[in-house]
Structures are given as structure tokens and as C-alpha cells.
């Protein structure tokens, strides 16, 4: 277990001195009190020592567990790793997967939707259909701000202030939980639909540190993505990123470019008269690049056989 250890100060310290694979450096790396490294790990791992309902993890013994799905017959466990959380320890158990995802049988390239995320609608897809922001931060905001008014007025290094604290925690969890969930439901509903889906590459990032830093935080595009494109993996379909410039303005039925402020939402085209959503618009833009993408990765692939 204390392997692990010096093998993440190493990691965080290559990151910030040499940087990663693209060689984009992170941080400077921070000493981690007591109460602030909440995770550790177990590089070995003897598939023996979980059962059902229960783990034995070495210098603790055996505990009791609730089981979120059992382990597949044939995969093997590489690491253990016990998260503490506001409202409780979880075990994460990495598996050893030698399977390769590949893709469906009947899998239907030309079955594609573009979807065009955004803070008013979730996402509006290419065939019209849109989902409301839920604002899951923004509902919660005043319970948030009551436990994070309790922590202020507890006197620091008391135990009223400790139980403050994880009360707090437990509603930021809460929060991201749910985010979680409907971010899944709603990567479910598509992939269920559609064979391909056609996203944003966005600068998620760049977005995070602007005036509208909160609702794009409170949104999670990122994590959408993420997830959407794991899930599509697994079942055999794909999800592909396309540029977005000028998917807003560019007219989805003739291509002529029409500038417009952000608080136009309707696209009104005056070369071919079109007059749609903006959210629409765009949609219908990101579903034609995808397509023109992905013929373009299809015809590359057949010269390199």
C-alpha cells in the first residue's frame, strides 16, 4: 500500500516539471494534511479476498461491503483503492478487461444525431427533441449556503464544526450524485436511438473561467461527454467530435455565414429564407460535420488497407 505513495508524488511532480503525453504541465503539487488525503491503494490484489458481501484488505481485515454489481467470470482484480466520502468509505475495484470493444453488427453509420449542449437546454439534438437544463448547483444553492453558514459560525478544530462539515459535504455529494445520474439517463436515451452521435469539441476549460464559469460548472458538459462516449464504446456504436467554430452561425440548409449576437436565439437566414432554433441550427451543423468526419475516417482507413 505505501508503494503507492511515492509513486504519486513522483507522477505529480513529473506533471509539473516535464508535463504529460502532450506535454502540458499541471500545478505545483501541495502537501495533503491530514484531512485531505482520502484516498489509498493496494496494487496487489488476490481475487480470493472479495466475496459476495465482503473484502479482506490487509493491516484492516475482513469488512463488510454492499456490493454495487459482483465481478464478471474471467476478469481478474489489478488495484484496490478506499475512498473516504462524505457519507462513508467506498472500495473501487480496478479489473483486468482483455476484451477490445468492437463495433455492432448492425451498425449504422448514416443512423446519426448532432447534439449542440448549452446552458438554457441541456442539449438540443438534430431532430428537434431538447432537454431542460436541470441547474441541479443552482437548486440547491440555498441549503448550500445554510450549511456552509453553520461551518463558518463553528469554532475551528471543534467537534460541532467536524459534524458541520461533513453535513455540508454530504449536500455538495448530493448535488453531484444527481448530475451524475441524469447524465447518465440522458447518454442511455441517445445511444438507444442513434448509432453515432456528433458532439462539440469544446474548450470546457477555457469556458470553466469565464463570467459564466458556475453555470458551465453546474451543467458538466465534460463529464457528459465522458460518459456518452465510454457507454458508446462498450455497446459498439461511436461518438464523434467535430470543430465548432461557426456552428451557431453558419446556416445549416445553404452554408451562408449570418452573425448574431447570443441573445438572438432564432437563426433567420436571408439567402435561403430559413428561419429555425439557433440551438436547431447548430445542432443541424455539428450532425453534417460528424457525417462528413466520419466518411472522411472511413475512406482514410480503406487506403491504409
Known amino acids: 500500500m505505501l508503494q503507492e505513495v511515492p509513486k504519486k508524488v513522483e507522477l505529480a511532480f513529473d506533471k509539473w516539471l516535464k508535463g504529460d503525453i502532450n506535454r502540458k504541465k499541471s500545478g505545483k503539487p501541495r502537501f495533503k494534511g491530514k484531512g485531505q488525503y482520502k484516498t489509498f491503494t493496494y496494487p496487489q490484489f488476490k481475487k480470493e479476498h472479495f466475496q459476495k458481501d465482503k473484502i479482506t484488505l490487509s493491516k484492516i481485515g475482513t469488512i463488510i461491503v454492499i456490493v454495487h454489481r459482483q465481478i464478471p467470470d474471467g476478469f481478474d482484480i489489478k488495484t484496490v483503492s478506499v475512498t473516504k466520502k462524505a457519507d462513508g468509505y467506498y472500495v473501487n ?173 432564432i437563426h433567420n437566414c436571408p439567402a435561403c429564407k430559413t428561419s429555425i432554433c439557433r440551438d436547431l441550427n447548430a445542432s443541424l451543423n455539428i450532425k453534417n460535420r460528424g457525417a462528413h468526419d466520419l466518411k472522411a475516417q472511413k475512406m482514410s482507413s480503406m487506403k491504409s488497407l
Open 93 to 265: 475495484l480496478s479489473l483486468d478487461d482483455k476484451t477490445v470493444p468492437t463495433i455492432k453488427a448492425d451498425f449504422n453509420p448514416d443512423n446519426i444525431v448532432g447534439i449542440d449542449v448549452g446552458l438554457i437546454d441541456f442539449y438540443v439534438a438534430s431532430d428537434n427533441t431538447k432537454i431542460a437544463a436541470p441547474k441541479f448547483l443552482r437548486k440547491s444553492e440555498r441549503r448550500l449556503k445554510s450549511a456552509q453558514r453553520k461551518v463558518s459560525r463553528r469554532n475551528p478544530g471543534s467537534s460541532r464544526r467536524k459534524k458541520a462539515i461533513v453535513k455540508l459535504g454530504k449536500q455538495h455529494k448530493k448535488v453531484a450524485d444527481t448530475r451524475k445520474d441524469f447524465h447518465f439517463k440522458a447518454a442511455n436515451d441517445l445511444l438507444k436511438k442513434y448509432d453515432v452521435v456528433a458532439v462539440e469539441k469544446l474548450n470546457i476549460k477555457g469556458l470553466a473561467k469565464s463570467r459564466l464559469a458556475k453555470s458551465v460548472n453546474d451543467a458538466g458538459w465534460g463529464q457528459f461527454i465522458s460518459i456518452l462516449t465510454v457507454k458508446a464504446e462498450n455497446a459498439g456504436l461511436k461518438v464523434i467530435a467535430v470543430n465548432p467554430n461557426g456552428t451557431s452561425q453558419e446556416c445549416s440548409n445553404c452554408g451562408t455565414k449570418v452573425k448574431k449576437p447570443l441573445s438572438q436565439r
